[in-house]
């Protein structure tokens, strides 16, 4: 009874909290069980929940909450009928101390994503293997794996400076173990500039430490000091911008920075809004370059 406790209690502890959602409706139902779909949800919820993904212990209230959001695009990829192709939506949260409130880690869009799904075989990812046996099968399980690295990264990034090295550094060696075959792609430095490759080639890279500083500074130093002292947390999370134009001045069209500013963008207008107006225009000058997305936005606020 005391081992199966002991057992129930460390599937509790467990780092994520994530929510799988699968969307099929672009798949034709022809030929397919239709309960395929949800196994393959419950599946994936199953492994990014239960799967160890850090020697850390975590309280039941630690986890990290997430949401990934597949939407299957096609299917009988390479003539496989249990293969897909999809996008694959990621979110994730971190709490602010003192408060309700939760601020993004994470708002990314993965679209170079394709598998394959068998409801008979179970999801099983070892580091030293990221590939697996077969490309497509081990794909699934290597992308899962690389964003929950990523996200944990983020995470301890967020609480202390330069925290979430370790789990960078695993992240990339599922991007250099990453499975190489027909029909598989976004792992490579030579098939885009905006893809798993390169958002964790600069995340570790020396050129974007600023970067990494600037997000500890943002959460640690900022929002969890909102509610002690905000027109000072406030004015260091806004001069912290400074540095990231520099950056960005310096590696142009970056895919870290537009993976910064895809989970902030939010914040730093709400903080603006917030600051006097004589304040915002240098501001907003440095955000129309470095988030154009978003420039109306800002602008909006002169």
Known sequence: MLLALFSAFATQAQELNCIITVLHDKISSTGIDPTVFGTMQKSIAEFMNSHKWTSDEYAASEKIDCNILINLTGNNVNSDPDSYSATLSIQATRPVYNSTYTSKLIDFVDKDVSFKFSP??????????????????????????YYSYIVLALDYDSFSPNGGSSYLKKAQNVVNNAPDGKGVSGWKNVESTHNRYWIVDQMLNTRFSDVRKVWYSMHREGLDSMYAKPTEARNRILSNIRKLYEVN?????????????NAKSDEIIHLLAQAPKPER???ITLLDALDVPNL????ALR
Do not use: C, W
């Open 249 to 261: 001045r310096e590696n142009p069209s970056s895919v870290y920075l537009q993976f910064f500013f």
């Open 296 to 299: 109306a936005k800002y602008n």
């Open 120 to 145: 008979y075989t179970p999801m099983h990812f070892d580091d030293n293997q990221a590939s697996g046996t077969d490309p497509m099968s081990g794909n699934l399980t290597a992308i899962l794996a």
């Open 281 to 283: 225009s240098q501001y």
